[in-house]
């Protein structure tokens, strides 16, 4: 017999997803592990929705970064290993004994008016540990049971791992920490390296975290669906920790992540599902960077991808697509708000030709707008001359 629940079991595989892997693993190449798909890769690919390459070379665990350099266009993005060190240092610090530190800061910023002070000596700290992404997924749905049938008491969990379903594959995600109240809500706990300064961070890097985070709510809300109780509240406030000034002690914010989690909800839903996707693709194609050049950039070239410069921020494969972006002439590579200005209108020369009066409806608002905008170019230049 199980020692799992049937609550707390991933959902079954069938014969078609076993199919889907099989496929998923020839695209990435015999002797290619596949990469996990973590919250951060999951928040970019969330960003943008219609992007069929990045969603199935995910989805595959593609390692976009080794793809990149066979590609001949090398990536920048990435995390420098000095931040990565410097991150683990301060996560360790602050879960020191048990927690007690975490937990203080969760109680100081979203702890409710019920909830008691916690005390180390009764928080409980559930072992997480199991064999591979599936145990320790059904290992963390057990301790967030238990801990919901405890009420009363605080119940921190250190890198739980939670899964979510992507466009009919898999991710296996692992937030820093989530801790359930006394109540049995859930919050999820963000700890990050860079500096709160007098009380606030950078606003961008702090939009990443709660993208991130917001990812992993999703994901604990699917497990609390499935739970055969009260489904417990997943909060929609979580706990960002960062460095307090300049110094190693850590402080915190509340952060509400409603909108990211309406965001992320609704573009995850637009996804085309892997499958589809693959099913679409030419027999034999693969990713495999031990590939010919030629063979190689025609298995990538033969997935739609939609290129904005926000990529440049958020996917190693970036820079290639960039290339192949401005080599079409296509109007993505200027930026979305751009883009969504242009209407139909989606290559460069179409727009210059629909400016100069070569092609196009006059009576679109968007042709007759470059138009009248080309006019007033010329009338410029022609004043400018005189």
């Not at 420098?80 to 910023?109: P, T, Y």
């Not at 960062?242 to 965001?263: E, G, M, T, Y």
């Not at 460069?348 to 707008?369: I, K, N, Q, Y």
């Amino acid at each position: 017999m199980s020692e799992f629940p049937d609550s707390a079991r991933p959902p079954h595989r069938t014969t078609q997803a076993t199919g889907l892997r099989r496929r998923l693993a020839e695209l990435r190449g015999p002797d290619h592990p596949p990469r996990p798909l973590d919250a951060r890769a999951l928040a970019a690919l969330a960003a943008n929705p219609g992007c069929d390459r990045r969603a199935l070379m995910d989805g595959a665990g593609v390692d976009k970064a080794l793809l990149a350099d066979a590609l001949g266009a090398p990536s920048a993005f990435g995390q420098s290993q000095f931040a990565l060190a410097r991150g683990n240092v301060f996560e360790a610090r602050v879960k020191a004994d048990g927690g007690a530190e975490l937990l203080r800061l969760v109680h100081a910023r979203v702890g409710g008016a019920g909830d008691p002070e916690p005390v180390p000596e009764l928080v409980r700290a559930p072992d997480l540990s199991a064999a591979g992404p599936e145990g320790r997924t059904a290992r963390t749905a057990l301790a967030l049971r238990e801990a919901v049938q405890a009420p009363g008491t605080w119940t921190f969990l250190d890198h739980p791992m939670v899964a979510l379903d992507v466009a009919g594959s898999p991710a296996f995600l692992e937030p820093d920490a989530v801790v359930v109240h006394p109540d049995g809500s859930w919050t999820v706990v963000e700890i990050k390296s860079f500096p709160m300064i007098d009380g606030a961070a950078d606003p961008a890097k702090v939009g990443a975290a709660a993208r991130q985070a917001a990812v992993y709510v999703l994901a604990l809300e699917q497990v609390a669906a499935r739970l055969p109780e009260a489904s417990p509240v997943v909060r929609d406030r979580v706990v960002l920790v960062c460095p307090k000034d300049f110094s190693n002690l850590p402080a915190a914010s509340a952060v509400d992540v409603r909108k990211q989690l309406s965001v992320t909800r609704r573009q995850l839903t637009r996804l085309t599902r892997i499958e589809d996707i693959a099913a679409a693709l030419p027999p034999g194609t693969a990713f495999d960077p031990a590939l010919p050049a030629a063979e190689l950039r025609a298995a990538v070239e033969s997935v739609p991808a939609t290129y904005a410069p926000e990529c440049l921020a958020a996917c190693e494969l970036a820079f290639h697509c960039r290339d192949r972006s401005r080599a079409a002439g296509a109007v993505t590579a200027l930026g979305r708000p751009l883009r969504a200005e242009l209407g139909g209108l989606t290559t460069v020369d179409a727009v210059l030709a629909a400016a100069r009066g070569e092609s196009g409806d006059p009576a679109d608002p968007t042709v007759a707008a470059l138009r009248r905008a080309a006019a007033l170019r010329a009338e410029a230049l022609e004043g400018a001359r005189c």
